[in-house]
Structure formats: C-alpha cells, structure tokens
C-alpha cells in the first residue's frame, strides 16, 4: 500500500466531500483542506480532474495571493 497526502474539499454542485491524493509532499498520511495546502502538494494536483457522482468533473486550481490556497475549478 501507497503512502501519500491527501487534499479534502466539497464539490460545489452537490457538496459531497472528494480528494485528491499526491506523492509530491512528505507522503505522511496528512489531510488538508483547502486554505492549507503545501505548495508541491498544490502544484501535483492542480492539473487534475476528479469525476463527482452527481456527474460533474471538478478540479482545483491555485489562488493568486502571498500564501497557497486552493479553490475548486469546475471543468467541461
């Protein structure tokens, strides 16, 4: 079994809680939510895509400011 860090957040069509999961921070079994993410975690799942149940596909993208925060993307 995989060790990894996940990002937790709430679609915003449905509000089920999704997350991601990456391999680019310590790897330590953390959770963040989205005003906490770590950069290299951020930058690893800001390219993805993840397929909600209420159909849609929805993704996270970085906010601009001095600190990493993340909001959610809505694709397609």
Same mark, same amino acid.
């Given at each position: 079994m995989g060790v990894y860090d /996940? #990002? #937790?957040f709430r679609c915003p069509f449905c509000g089920i809680e999704l997350d991601f999961q990456s391999k680019?921070?310590?790897c330590a079994l953390e959770v963040y939510t989205l005003d906490q993410v770590p950069y290299a975690i951020a930058k690893d799942i800001e390219s993805m895509?993840?397929?909600c149940v209420c159909g849609k596909t929805v993704?996270? &993208?970085i906010s601009r /400011? /001095?600190?990493v925060k993340m909001d959610v &993307?809505?694709?397609g």
């Amino acid at each position: 079994m995989g060790v990894y860090d /996940s #990002v #937790v957040f709430r679609c915003p069509f449905c509000g089920i809680e999704l997350d991601f999961q990456s391999k680019a921070g310590e790897c330590a079994l953390e959770v963040y939510t989205l005003d906490q993410v770590p950069y290299a975690i951020a930058k690893d799942i800001e390219s993805m895509g993840i397929w909600c149940v209420c159909g849609k596909t929805v993704g996270l &993208r970085i906010s601009r /400011s /001095s600190f990493v925060k993340m909001d959610v &993307r809505v694709e397609g």
